[in-house]
């Protein structure tokens, strides 16, 4: 079975980057099909997908973020990252990294989740 855990800071400073890990075991990040998401719950708002990482090296980012968003991978170690440039408190969120099989973005397709990260920034 899966298993996604992610690190990084629990606190980042206005204007700068917010980069955060997520370890992956019990799979390989390449195996086809899959698409390995970030997504992020505001307090009190609903889910926000973020973007992602295919199986294939392939990233793909939500538009409205996409100007401040970049998804790598370390295929050694099983793990791929987010870096979410010149953040505002409107970025304070829990973050999460998730697993589906792509297609169209629906949560409930995501069949592995993180436990999820709170990333609170500062002003």
């Known amino acids: 079975q899966v298993q996604l855990q992610e690190s990084g800071p629990g606190l980042v400073i206005a204007s700068q980057t917010l980069s955060l890990t997520c370890t992956v075991s019990?799979?390989?990040?390449?195996?086809?099909?899959?698409?390995w998401s970030w997504i992020r719950q505001p307090p009190g708002k609903g889910l926000e997908w973020i973007g992602a990482?295919?199986?294939?090296?392939?990233?793909y980012y939500s538009p409205s973020l996409k100007s401040r968003t970049s998804i790598s991978r370390d295929t050694s170690k099983n793990q791929f990252s987010l870096q979410l440039s010149s953040v505002t408190p409107e970025d304070t969120a829990v973050y999460y990294c998730?697993?589906?099989?792509?297609?169209?973005?629906?949560?409930?397709?995501?069949?592995?989740w993180g436990q999820g990260t709170q990333v609170t920034v500062s002003s």
């Open positions: 019990g799979g390989s990040i390449t195996t086809n099909y899959y698409r």
């Open positions: 998730a697993r589906d099989l792509g297609g169209t973005i629906a949560y409930g397709d995501f069949t592995s």
């Open positions: 990482i295919r199986y294939s090296g392939s990233t």
